[in-house]
């Protein structure tokens, strides 16, 4: 059974930082591209940020210079580094897996809540 759990969101002042993490299991890891994705009120979720397997990362150009995706592959685990917030960075966060060889083989967390705001 494969298992994203994401932790670490919450409330942060604008310029705060947080640290999203999402743990995997069920799957293995280091094959998968992985994502975070976030999901605006009455909006369609939208791409973050990823990492490939081979480490190669791509991000949207809002979240550029100031959010970080990594991957620790003998933890099974992915983080989001987010620095210098702002209030619209505020949305539910979810975790992606995707074996892009694989049909079928794309899985997602729960989805941990980001608040941003004085």
């Known amino acids: 059974q494969v298992q994203l759990v994401e932790s670490g969101g919450g409330l942060v002042q604008p310029g705060g930082s947080l640290r999203l993490s999402c743990a995997a299991s069920?799957?293995?890891?280091?094959?998968?591209?992985m994502g975070w994705y976030r999901q605006y009120p009455g909006k369609q979720r939208e791409l973050v940020a990823t990492?490939?397997?081979?480490?190669?990362?791509n991000y949207v150009d809002s979240v550029k210079g100031r959010f970080t995706i990594s991957r620790d592959n003998a933890r099974n685990t992915v983080y989001l580094q987010m620095n210098s917030l702002k209030s619209e960075d505020t949305a539910v966060y979810y975790c992606?897996?995707?074996?892009?060889?694989?049909?079928?083989?794309?899985?997602w967390g729960q989805g941990t809540q980001v608040t941003v705001s004085s």
């Open positions: 992606n897996a995707n074996h892009v060889s694989t049909i079928g083989a794309n899985y």
């Open positions: 069920g799957i293995i890891f280091r094959f998968y591209t």
């Open positions: 990492i490939t397997a081979g480490s190669n990362t």
